[in-house]
């Protein structure tokens, strides 16, 4: 029983933490039309805030943990498709702090990416997201 509570668990905070990493690039975008300082930029600094402190972070946190959790339960440390999963999250745990990082550069009024690569960065989790799916499902090796 403990394995479908973790493994629920994993799945809800998964989903979570993704929806807050697509988020986060539209948000981006939408600041960086704004002048800094300006009212507008305020309130976009105050979204990503919430989005960072309510949903990224903690749902970062509770992936990782449930996650562990779940491959120990499973014996998962021992196969393949778990070590290239653990590469892409390790990858997206990697790209979810350089997007906060480029969130907090854009808040103090640079602009380190264009809103082209916003875009391109923002589809980023979506290759990722896919690419675990595959291995957890199929478990290719």
């Known amino acids: 029983m403990t394995y479908y509570w973790l493994k629920a668990g994993h799945i809800i905070f998964m989903v979570f933490w993704m929806a807050g990493l697509f988020m986060l690039p539209r948000q981006m975008l939408y600041l960086h039309s704004a002048t800094p300082g300006s009212p507008e930029a305020a309130e976009w600094d105050r979204r990503m805030g919430l989005l960072r402190k309510m949903i990224l972070t903690p749902s970062l946190i509770v992936v990782w943990v449930l996650g562990l959790a779940l491959a120990y339960t499973i014996g998962a440390f021992s196969q393949g498709w778990f070590h290239a999963k653990l590469l892409l999250v390790l990858a997206l745990t990697g790209y979810h702090g350089w997007m906060v990082s480029q969130a907090r550069r854009m808040i103090d ?18 290759f990722i997201l896919a690419l675990v799916v595959v291995l957890v499902v199929v478990k290719p090796f």
């Open 109 to 126: 009024g640079q602009r380190p990416l264009t809103e082209r690569q916003l875009r391109l960065w923002g589809e980023f989790p979506a």
